[in-house]
């Protein structure tokens, strides 16, 4: 009975000076301070939904990862990480040092003048600014992955180095101030006479689609692709899995991709998130119908290219079309990406991944049908040549740019690995390194 009553002293000590401590801290708490006011509170959110916008953005990384690799052979799987991975690293340090000045610096009409290596701003401590260039940044990266599929299993790695560094340095950036540089201290041209591109259908997805057009142009077809009279062989991925993953990655980090563009937390995220969706479904089932029609079976890969090329088409247009319109805009980009991934062939031109047709020719669509199905301004012809011809700067400046420095890059160091190491496989001849040793698949054609 002693030890019950001692027990329930303790207790009851414990609780008093709980109690005791609850009590004293709400009568000495400081009150002083202000209240929180609903600006401070949108302010922080807006910057919680911007970093995380960016860390969505940020894992399409794996998504571009697995989609080149599952499209591809097993000998070069390794080289396909190696840049996906790298292609952020050299992004990141070229575009805190040069890209973010010419993109969003103090426009001298074509570009940004000042903001270099983020000098500038340092004073400032601003942390919207910091969130703004962590979640531009990842875009970067997004445009020269884009490259790297396109050119898959021929390039060599130090080459496709080089050519990111070009893109983060200047090829994104000037072509981007002139579009998106009123974000910050720009002022682009393209933006002032009505171009509207709200999440980079033209911006990021065509930049890389013609820069890898004009990639593979250089580079040439693998060997065995096409026969001696022209005709294109079949040559599969290794892992169709590891690209639906891939695809599926890509699709999630669309969601920020796409709704981070809002640069707030705002009432538009819902709707562009069902924009979003409507488009990518629309693609995929047009995809997969489009093949079923024209080849007898519903072709998966051509179904999930037809999913990425929605989402590519829906970009532009996100926060500016109806819902009905996203499904037609998604639809018709799952019927087009077919029909250009077999124009392309036709042409000798080699894309393992497809990415020409989904990001270029998509992307050019989806920023065209922004002037068509714009709300409340349908079908304007005016709104429609302007989207045209912000579609065909986009082609003039990233083809001809990148063709041109894929020509030095290949007078100075090579483009193109030897027959021998295109045989082999780049995992080996430029890494050292096997992706699936126990099965040694660069043996395999």
């Not at 720009?186 to 259908?201: H, M, P, Q, R």
């Not at 891939?246 to 999630?252: E, H, K, V």
């Not at 519903?298 to 179904?303: F, G, L, Q, V």
Request: charged fraction near 10%.
């Amino acid at each position: 009975m002693l030890a019950i009553n001692r027990r329930s002293w303790i207790v009851m000590t414990i609780a008093l000076i709980i109690v005791v401590f609850i009590f004293s801290n709400i009568a000495f708490a400081d009150y002083s301070r202000a209240p929180v006011t609903s600006e401070e509170v949108q302010t922080n959110l807006d910057f919680v939904w911007i970093c995380l916008a960016a860390i969505l953005v940020f894992f399409m990384k794996a998504g571009f990862s697995m989609v080149e690799i599952g499209f591809t052979r097993g000998k070069n799987a390794v080289n396909a990480i190696m840049k996906n991975v790298m292609d952020f690293a050299v992004s990141s340090i070229a575009f805190w040092a040069f890209g973010f000045g010419l993109m969003f610096g103090t426009t001298n009409g074509l570009f940004g003048i000042d903001g270099f290596f983020l000098h500038t701003y340092a004073d400032t401590q601003d942390p919207w600014l910091y969130s703004f260039w962590m979640y531009q940044l990842v875009f970067v990266s997004s445009v020269a992955a884009i490259v790297s599929g396109a050119m898959a299993e021929r390039t060599r790695f130090a080459a496709s180095m080089m050519f990111t560094l070009a893109m983060a340095v200047f090829i994104y950036p000037i072509f981007g101030s002139w579009v998106w540089g009123g974000l910050h201290d720009g002022n682009g041209w393209l933006a002032n006479i009505g171009f509207v591109d709200f999440a980079g259908s033209t911006v990021i997805h065509a930049l890389g689609g013609w820069a890898g057009l004009a990639g593979t142009m250089v580079l040439g077809p693998r060997i065995g692709k096409f026969k001696v009279d022209g005709t294109p062989s079949p040559i599969p991925g290794h892992n169709l899995p590891l690209a639906a993953l891939g695809t599926l990655i890509l699709w999630f980090g669309w969601y920020g991709f796409n709704a981070g563009n809002t640069l707030s937390g705002n009432e538009q995220i819902a709707r562009i998130l069902i924009n979003t969706t409507l488009a990518g479904s629309a693609g995929a089932i047009a995809g997969m119908n489009t093949a079923w029609f024209k080849f007898g079976k519903p072709d998966a890969s051509i179904t999930l290219n037809g999913a990425l090329a929605g989402l590519v088409a829906i970009t532009a247009g996100c926060a500016h079309v109806e819902p009905i319109w996203s499904i037609v805009i998604g639809g018709i980009a799952g019927i087009i990406v077919v029909n250009s991934i077999i124009f392309f062939e036709k042409r000798g031109i080699d894309d393992p991944v497809g990415a020409i047709s989904v990001h270029g020719v998509c992307g050019c669509w989806g920023t065209i049908a922004v002037g068509i199905f714009k709300s409340g301004e349908m079908f304007q012809m005016r709104n429609i040549l302007i989207q045209v011809l912000g579609s065909v700067v986009a082609f003039v400046w990233a083809f001809f740019v990148s063709y041109f420095i894929f020509k030095i890059i290949s007078f100075a160091v090579k483009l193109r690995v030897s027959e021998e190491d295109e045989l082999r496989g780049l995992d080996f001849s430029e890494h050292c390194n096997e992706a699936y040793p126990d099965f040694q698949l660069w043996h395999s054609k």
